[in-house]
Nanobody, 124 residues
């Protein structure tokens, strides 16, 4: 299985910063997995915020470009993906979810796993 554990959410004033972390591990986890952060605000659909591929390439939704940075640390059988969020705005308020997808470490099939989510609230 693949286990994703998120941390780092909280309440911050507009203009402030937070860093989210997501530790990925498990018997099926492959450190070359593509990792991503999504978010879901109340009454809205879940949206992709940023992702990072196995080769290190990154993509961001337009609304966070220049403010958020995704990075990853890969070691042995686990990875930790970070989302550094600067100059936060009230519209960034949402539950943030970590996602990992890729080939199982056994080579038999793929996985697409989600974390439990962490709340980020930005006050104006």
């Amino acid at each position: 299985q693949v286990r994703l554990v998120e941390s780092g959410g909280g309440l911050v004033q507009a203009g402030g910063s937070l860093r989210l972390s997501c530790a990925a591990s498990g018997r099926s986890f492959n450190i070359n997995a593509d990792m991503a952060w999504y978010r879901q605000a109340p009454g809205k659909q879940r949206e992709l915020v940023a992702n990072i591929g196995s080769g290190g390439s990154t993509n961001y939704v337009d609304s966070v470009k220049g403010r958020f940075t995704i990075s990853i640390s890969r070691e042995n059988t686990k990875s930790t993906v970070y989302l550094q969020m600067n100059n936060l705005k009230p519209e960034d308020t949402a539950v943030y979810y970590c996602n990992a997808r890729g080939r199982r470490s056994s080579g038999l099939g793929n996985f697409d796993s989600w974390g439990q989510g962490t709340q980020v609230t930005v006050s104006s």
